[in-house]
């Protein structure tokens, strides 16, 4: 599997203005485990996920991109844009980060 060196933050609209349809905030990655859902969320004992694996995440110090990449389309929300460091840093919108146009189920 190819190595995840960066996260980046993409907020949905009813985070208004500022933030909404935009990826701003990224960090480093400084490591992940595996672990089961329940241990990440022990309040949530009932949830049909409990016993789910999920990757928790260890994250260097929240940066600001020198420029937002915008989405002109208006996405609700999605998981997941695999990418790089090239395509993260030059990105103008949502769109580059793939190298393709894409159509996110929203």
Same mark, same amino acid.
């Given at each position: @599997? =190819?190595?995840? =060196?960066?996260? !980046?933050?993409?907020? @949905?609209?009813?985070?208004? =203005?500022?933030?909404?349809?935009?990826?701003?905030?990224? !960090?480093?990655?400084? %490591?992940?485990?595996?672990?089961? $859902?329940?241990?990440?969320?022990? *309040?949530?004992?009932?949830?049909?996920?409990?016993? *789910?694996?999920?990757?928790?995440?260890?994250?260097?110090?929240?940066?600001?991109?020198?420029?937002?990449?915008? %989405?002109?389309?208006? $996405?609700? *929300?999605? !998981?997941?844009? @695999?990418?790089?460091? =090239?395509?993260?840093?030059?990105?103008?919108?949502?769109? *580059?980060?793939?190298?393709?146009?894409?159509?996110?189920?929203?």
């Amino acid at each position: @599997p =190819e190595l995840i =060196e960066y996260i !980046a933050f993409y907020f @949905p609209g009813y985070f208004g =203005e500022e933030l909404g349809y935009k990826i701003i905030w990224y !960090a480093k990655v400084l %490591s992940f485990e595996i672990k089961k $859902r329940i241990a990440l969320f022990p *309040d949530e004992l009932d949830n049909e996920s409990a016993n *789910d694996d999920y990757l928790q995440f260890h994250l260097g110090e929240l940066q600001k991109l020198p420029k937002a990449i915008i %989405s002109r389309q208006l $996405r609700k *929300d999605f !998981a997941h844009i @695999p990418t790089n460091t =090239e395509k993260l840093f030059n990105a103008k919108e949502i769109n *580059d980060l793939c190298g393709r146009k894409v159509r996110w189920r929203t």
